[in-house]
Structure formats: structure tokens, C-alpha cells
């Protein structure tokens, strides 16, 4: 159930797959719902009237993916690849990321400072070039009452990084391994699954779970597995991993 205030992922129409701040709704002279959504902050975006039905809540992969999307846009106009004549559709992207960043980085430290410790202790093994993804699945996880285990989250300032790692290998009941072309070449991300993968052998039991994210050479003692593929999107892998984490 949308409410205002709510940020709004648009599923259709001129504006499909953007995100918005859905600030009130009405109904039109021909009895139709409309949602009145601005494109950015409604201090100072333009409003739009968009229907009802074609809005949805926002998910952190939709922010992700838009995210990129505006990058992309705004990297082509600043190079002449494209251009936009309209002065109003700049305005508009440049208000809907500045948009998007905020709603990203509240999700992201409210899942930082709210950690369930109920849920499954869960080491996420990535390269460091794949930590948008990392930081994406951690917060999904943490919503979803997991305790993940993020290294730019749970080491401090003056702390021995190699050593807090192998406490948090110690702790944790599973590791899920990103496999990427940036992963299989990390020696840090191969020790360690490695040495959850042996106490998997021990325990008779899963504790290394493969996520793939784009095509690469995945490591020989996890061919065996099934792993979650993310390749093909991101919403139905995320609930299978979900299902093998209960």
C-alpha cells in the first residue's frame, strides 16, 4: 500500500523505470487515480501526474540500476554522444540521482546501525571492484532479518584486518562467494571460501553458498554447486538464496 511520502519506482508510461516521490494523489475529471510523483526532492522537483497502478515501492536494486542508468545518461551528454534540448529533462536527471543517493544511503547505514542478530550470520567474500554489489545484497539481506558480515561495515579504524576477517570466517554460519572476473582473480576472496568450504566437508552440511554475477571461470571445487544466478535477474535469485539461508 503506497502512502505519501513513499518513493516510488514508475513501471510504465513516458516515465517507466524511473524513480520518484510520490507527494499526493487525486483522481481526474474522468474518475481516473493519479499519484502526483516529483522526480527528485519536492522541494524543487517537477511533479508529474502518473497512474495509480503504474507505481510500485522502490526496491535498493531498482535505486542501483537507475543509479547507473543517469551515470551513463549524464557521462554521453557531457561528451556529446547524446543531447537532451530540453532543459526541464535535465533538470530532471539531475534531481531524480541526487534522489536516488539519498534514498541509497539511508537504506545502506539504516541496515548498517540496525543488525539483526537473530538472523543467519552470513560472511559475503568479494572483490573490492564488486563492492556495489556487495553493499546491494548485504543491505537486501539485512532487511530481510540476516546478519551479514560486510568488511567496510564491521572493521573499525585501527583494527587488524586480516585478523577480523578470520574471526567473522569463524562466526559465520555461511560464506556466500560473488564469483566475477574480479573475484576469481583475488587471492584474499579464494582463502576465504577455501577455508569455510573444508568446514563444510567436516560438517556434512551447506556453508558455502556461489553467487554469480557475470560470466568467468568459476573455481573447480564449486563447480559442483548450484550457485545463485544473478545474471538474469536480480530479484528471483535473491529470493532463492533467501530460501537457502532457511
Known amino acids: 500500500m503506497l502512502h505519501y511520502g513513499s518513493s516510488v519506482f514508475i513501471t510504465a508510461g513516458k516515465f517507466k523505470n ?3 516521490y510520490l507527494d499526493d494523489d ?10 502526483c510523483v ?5 522541494l524543487y522537483a517537477n511533479e508529474y501526474e502518473i497512474p495509480i497502478n503504474d507505481l510500485k515501492e ?11 542508468e543517469i551515470e551513463q545518461i549524464l557521462f554521453d551528454l557531457k561528451y556529446s554522444k ?5 532543459e526541464k529533462t535535465k533538470t530532471d536527471l539531475l534531481t531524480e540521482f541526487i534522489f536516488i543517493e539519498s534514498l541509497f544511503s539511508d537504506r545502506y547505514f539504516k541496515t548498517r546501525l540496525l543488525l539483526n542478530n537473530n538472523g543467519k550470520k552470513v560472511f559475503i567474500s568479494h572483490s573490492s571492484k564488486d563492492k556495489t554489489f556487495a553493499r546491494l545484497i548485504a543491505t537486501d539481506l539485512a532487511e530481510a532479518g540476516h546478519n551479514p558480515w560486510l568488511d567496510e561495515w564491521r ?3 585501527g583494527e587488524s584486518i586480516p585478523r577480523s576477517i578470520s574471526i567473522a570466517l569463524k562466526e559465520s554460519e555461511y560464506v ?4 566475477s572476473k574480479n573475484s576469481i582473480e583475488s587471492k584474499w576472496v579464494q582463502e576465504e571460501w577455501y577455508s569455510k568450504y573444508w568446514d563444510e566437508i567436516e560438517a556434512g552440511m551447506v556453508k558455502v553458498i556461489p553467487i554469480l554475477i557475470e560470466k568467468c571461470q ?18 528471483r535469485a535473491f529470493k532463492e538464496l533467501l530460501f537457502a539461508l532457511n
Open 218 to 235: 568459476i573455481p573447480e571445487l564449486l563447480k559442483t554447486k548450484k550457485y545463485a544466478d544473478f545474471r538474469g535477474g536480480y530479484s
Open 38 to 42: 516529483c522526480l527528485g526532492n519536492p
Open 58 to 68: 522502490v526496491t535498493t536494486e531498482e535505486l542501483l540500476r537507475r543509479q547507473g
Open 176 to 179: 556466500l562467494v560473488i564469483l
Open 26 to 35: 487525486d483522481f481526474t475529471d474522468l474518475d481516473k487515480h493519479i499519484g
Open 82 to 86: 547524446v543531447k537532451i534540448k530540453d
Open 18 to 20: 524511473r524513480v520518484g
Open 155 to 157: 572493521i573499525k579504524v
